[in-house]
């Protein structure tokens, strides 16, 4: 028959556990010679700084396969969706409605326009985009040859805008049946909108419901046109001074003063006719004017 094993007191766990951690007999810290635990500490060493040493050379060599100022890959759009200021959205689409007889309602308007040029300010431009830049061709750069390691950006001042820039009327027309809305096109690095160097791109605007409440449209720059010198776009890195070109319509509204337009940007490369994304390319937006 098994003894049964003798109980042990508190002390003498404690005095078991200091001869664990120091064996003065055998010249042991906890079970090992100091010699031993050099080897062990010497090997943690060398393994760490190796293990340290790949996870480094592993970063360097993805950080070196990246290009700061673009993505290496980008997602597939190819063609760029365009966008309407005022850019008042109703439950489902852009509605611009407002009340002429009512001058908190059509300042609303006026005030949306006013915030969103002003990094189009003619001085803002001038002194950000000096670059003087040849129109109706491609700014192709291949050097970053801008200050700050950085690549030169074309100047879009306000005052482009013509009638629609809000200097000659803050108001934008909205304070009448004449009213404007600024078109833009969304930025794709590197994308040309056209096969061919002469060939800019423009927006051209139709009515898609009200044809007989529009008596006009007028676009400002002439012809609604989007200058090539401002293509390609390199990246907000590369290009931190660069200003979308844009494009403002007056619209003369009569009758029951509402419509439903669609403003399309045309040129070689930009689709409208994607089933997937019935928006790309243009913008479907409604005008109204009360009274």
């Not at 700050?148 to 001042?157: D, R, S």
């Not at 070109?245 to 007056?250: G, I, M, S, T």
Request: aromatic share 14%; glycine share 6%; with cysteine.
């Amino acid at each position: 028959m098994a003894t049964l094993k003798e109980k042990r007191t508190c002390g003498q766990r404690c005095e078991d556990f200091g001869h664990f951690v120091w064996n003065s007999d055998n010249g042991t810290l906890m079970g090992r010679t100091p010699e031993k635990w050099v080897y062990i500490s010497l090997y943690y060493v060398a393994f760490y700084v190796v293990m340290t040493g790949l996870f480094s050379l592993a970063i360097w060599v993805l950080m070196y396969t990246l290009c700061p100022y673009a993505p290496d890959y980008q997602d597939r759009l190819k063609s760029p969706g365009v966008m309407v200021w005022p850019d008042t959205y109703g439950e489902e689409d852009v509605e611009i409605t407002y009340n002429t007889s009512d001058k908190a309602s059509w300042m609303k308007m006026a005030n949306i326009l006013h915030s969103f040029l002003k990094p189009y300010n003619d001085t803002m431009q001038t002194e950000c985009n000096r670059y003087n830049c040849t129109q109706g061709k491609y700014f192709i750069q291949n050097t970053f040859s801008a200050p700050h390691h950085t690549k030169w950006a074309c100047p879009f001042k306000q005052s482009m805008l013509g009638q629609c820039s809000g200097l000659e009327d803050p108001t934008f027309g909205y304070n009448s049946t004449m009213p404007c809305v600024i078109i833009k096109m969304n930025r794709i690095i590197n994308f040309l909108p056209s096969n061919h160097t002469n060939h800019p791109p423009y927006v051209n605007c139709t009515i898609l419901e009200g044809q007989n409440n529009v008596d006009k449209i007028e676009y400002f720059p002439e012809r609604g046109i989007m200058d090539l010198s401002y293509f390609p776009y390199y990246g907000k890195l590369a290009q931190p001074t660069y200003a979308n070109p844009l494009v403002a319509v007056r619209f003369n509204l009569v009758r029951e003063k509402q419509a439903k337009i669609q403003c399309r940007a045309v040129s070689d490369k930009i689709s409208y006719e994607n089933i997937h994304d019935p928006y790309e390319g243009k913008v479907v937006f409604y005008l109204k004017a009360v009274k």
